[in-house]
């Protein structure tokens, strides 16, 4: 997912959703979308809504507060300031862990993430696109490298935790692999951690259980998502958001990817819906993560 809004901050791809303690009939409580598998924490990518925050904030705040989450993932505050946007997520018992800025902030103007996202009370601070004309290649992977290496390094100082969000064009050939390949080989794991979008993974055709094992710890963040039955992906990065459905009722493997997601210790889960039903399609997202075995 790609964020350009012109907030105050801008921050993408992926708002953690967690989890409202629901009582059941013999006194035991559960976490919205969890169940006797599945045990996330889930959060929601506020991006999912994006529509619906463009209309009304306090409204939108209160329908994700509804659906039982109560940990996001931002991606931007809409036009308000970082300590009003808090405010405001507080007021409806919901808390910011992670949020996205853009890829031109990191080359200018880190130190004023860093503020953003404390105000925020962020934990992670990631980037889910770097700017690329044509096909993404190896100098602008290389570019991007040198760029999260120096801007994790940064926000490491101020305690913050810089992360990458996957989108599908890094999977070009490169070497004996690819240039995520090569991302991951070069970029400093005390600096850089990964956000796995799953969508991003299966667009250009790799398997996101695979790739969750391949490098284990650095995967600290998920993006949960299912593509339609049908699509064929590319490299391109891009995709119909229409191709978003309902967990479950797409192409992803959920038993193997959550049970790698599991085994490798993701700490965060969050719903990203893009499509045009998203506000119809979360719930019944969660209801499937609920009764989801493996």
Not at 59 to 81: Q, R, W
Request: aromatic share 12%; hydrophobic share 40%.
């Amino acid at each position: 997912m790609k964020t350009w809004f012109p907030s105050f901050v801008a921050l993408s791809g992926s708002l953690l959703l967690a989890a409202l303690a629901v009582p059941q009939a013999d006194g035991a409580t559960v976490n919205v979308g969890t169940g006797p598998s599945f045990k996330g924490p889930i959060g929601l990518q506020l991006y999912s809504l994006r529509a619906d925050f463009t209309n009304d904030v306090p409204g939108t705040l209160k329908k994700v507060s509804e659906y039982g989450f109560k940990i996001v993932e931002l991606a931007g505050t809409y036009n308000l300031p970082p300590a009003k946007f808090k405010e405001m997520l507080a007021a409806h018992g919901l808390r910011a862990v992670s949020g996205h800025f853009p890829f031109d902030r990191y080359l200018t103007d880190v130190e004023g993430i860093a503020r953003d996202a404390k105000v925020l009370g962020l934990e992670y601070v990631g980037c889910a696109w770097i700017p690329h004309e044509g096909d993404f290649d190896e100098k602008a992977c290389r570019d991007a490298i040198s760029t999260f290496n120096r801007a994790g390094e940064a926000l490491a100082k101020h305690g913050l935790k810089f992360f990458y969000h996957t989108h599908g064009y890094e999977f070009r050939p490169h070497a004996a692999g690819t240039l995520f390949d090569l991302m991951m080989a070069e970029t400093k794991p005390e600096f850089v951690r990964y956000q796995m979008d799953v969508f991003w993974i299966l667009h250009p055709g790799h398997d996101p259980a695979k790739l969750l094992k391949k490098y284990g710890k650095r995967w600290e963040l998920m993006h949960v998502k299912d593509m339609k039955n049908g699509v064929k992906g590319d490299l391109t990065g891009k995709s119909d958001v229409s191709n978003d459905v309902v967990l479950g009722t797409g192409q992803m493997d959920w038993r193997a990817i959550l049970k790698a997601a599991a085994q490798v210790g993701v700490k965060y889960y969050f719903i990203e819906d893009e499509s045009p039903t998203a506000a119809q399609q979360i719930p019944q997202s969660l209801r499937y993560l609920e009764k989801f075995k493996w």
